[in-house]
């Protein structure tokens, strides 16, 4: 069982910068690849990026690509995403997600093994 913790969201400017968490508890952390998903209001979840189970390898959706940086530490068992030149067209619920062995590709909602509950990125123009 592995359960997943965001902590890191709040409200910035257009422009600035916000850095989420994703602490995960369990012992198999290094065998999950982990990624961020986000939700707007009124719209479906949609996928951000992910990093591989071996850290070497990710994946971003085109309108982050650039500008968001996803990272992991095994010894804290944490995945990070760095937002950096944030727009108010990000603003929505970003979730945290795991995957046994996966690889570092567009994920879909489905077939993940854990999610964790949220946090709320709010982007002011």
């Known amino acids: 069982q592995v359960q997943l913790v965001e902590s890191g969201g709040g409200l910035v400017q257009a422009g600035g910068s916000l850095r989420l968490s994703c602490a995960a508890s369990g012992r198999s952390f290094s065998s999950y690849a982990m990624g961020w998903f986000r939700q707007a209001p009124g719209k479906e979840r949609e996928f951000v990026a992910c990093i591989d189970w071996s850290g070497d390898n990710t994946y971003y959706d085109d309108s982050v690509k650039g500008r968001f940086t996803i990272s992991r530490d095994y010894a804290k068992n944490t995945v990070y995403l760095q937002m950096d030149s944030l727009k108010p067209e990000d603003t929505a619920d970003y979730y945290c997600?795991?995957?046994?062995?996966?690889?570092?590709?567009?994920?879909?909602?489905?077939?993940?093994?854990?999610w964790g509950k949220g946090t709320l990125v709010t982007v002011s123009s």
């Open positions: 997600a795991a995957k046994r062995m996966g690889y570092a590709i567009r994920w879909s909602t489905s077939g993940l093994d854990y």
